[in-house]
């Protein structure tokens, strides 16, 4: 579904992603792990669109993206879930899913998309009239996952869905992420929460400095030398 090929991203002439290759199926939750700085972000935000390499070539379904802007890519069903959540805090739940659906063409499809969206995410509609910025961190996190959603992607992207989340919500978190890939979409997820993000994985790509260092099915990797005394402090 997704390739990326040997793709070198900088900023200001300094490149954050060095010659990274990648590859995701169909179906499939895909991670990138790696710590802070190692260039997950980047490589996300190459995807989709908001930046564009300097070297290489992406392809989704084998069409190339990696020159388009993110409103094309976004047209493609590629949705990304900023780090941070980035929601519009003084517009209402309704308001920020609604913009979420911009690149969908009719009301009824609209309408089909926010019951589904519901589904997964009750307290959305319990709360859809409520401004956005009164969420807790958790909540906001399933706003930010449905807005994503709203756009009806193939590919759902996510980048640090847990952070700053107690345990108990990241939990919550991953077992959406699980719900979300049943129910036919594909994942890619970028995580410094490495545990978790394996466990859930059918394979994953670990970075270091720019570079993918290894990679693998997500069991395996949890049983990797370097995963354990790199990120799990085992």
Avoid: W
């Avoid at 020159?67 to 805090?89: A, C, N, W």
């Avoid at 009750?122 to 996952?145: H, M, V, W, Y």
């Avoid at 490495?194 to 290894?214: D, M, N, P």
Wanted: include cysteine; charge should be neutral; glycine fraction near 8%.
């Amino acid at each position: 579904m997704l390739s990326v090929n040997n793709i070198s991203v900088g900023y200001k002439g300094l490149l954050a992603v060095q010659d990274v290759s990648f590859q995701i199926n169909q179906g499939e939750i895909v991670s990138l792990i790696g710590s802070n700085g190692a260039g997950k972000s980047t490589i996300v935000k190459t995807v989709a669109g908001l930046m564009h390499p300097v070297k290489g070539e992406i392809t989704f379904e084998k069409e190339p993206i990696h020159t388009i802007p993110p409103y094309d890519v976004v047209k493609k069903k590629i949705s990304m879930i900023p780090e941070g959540r980035q929601l519009f805090g003084r517009l209402s739940v309704l308001d920020n899913l609604l913009l979420g659906s911009y690149s969908l063409t009719s009301n009824e499809e609209i309408q089909k998309t926010l019951e589904n969206v519901y589904r997964l995410f009750p307290i959305l509609k319990e709360r859809k009239n409520q401004r956005s910025d009164t969420f807790s961190g958790g909540e906001q996190q399933q706003l930010a996952i449905a807005r994503g959603l709203m756009s009806r992607p193939s590919l759902l992207m996510l980048d640090e869905p847990s952070l700053g989340l107690g345990p108990k919500l990241v939990s919550d978190i991953f077992r959406i992420i699980q719900e979300i890939n049943c129910n036919g979409v594909t994942i890619l997820l970028v995580e410094q929460n490495v545990h978790e993000a394996l466990e859930i994985s059918h394979r994953a790509y670990v970075l270091q400095t720019g570079r993918v260092v290894l990679e693998g099915k997500g069991e395996e990797l949890l049983q990797s030398d370097l995963v354990r005394q790199a990120y799990l402090g085992m």
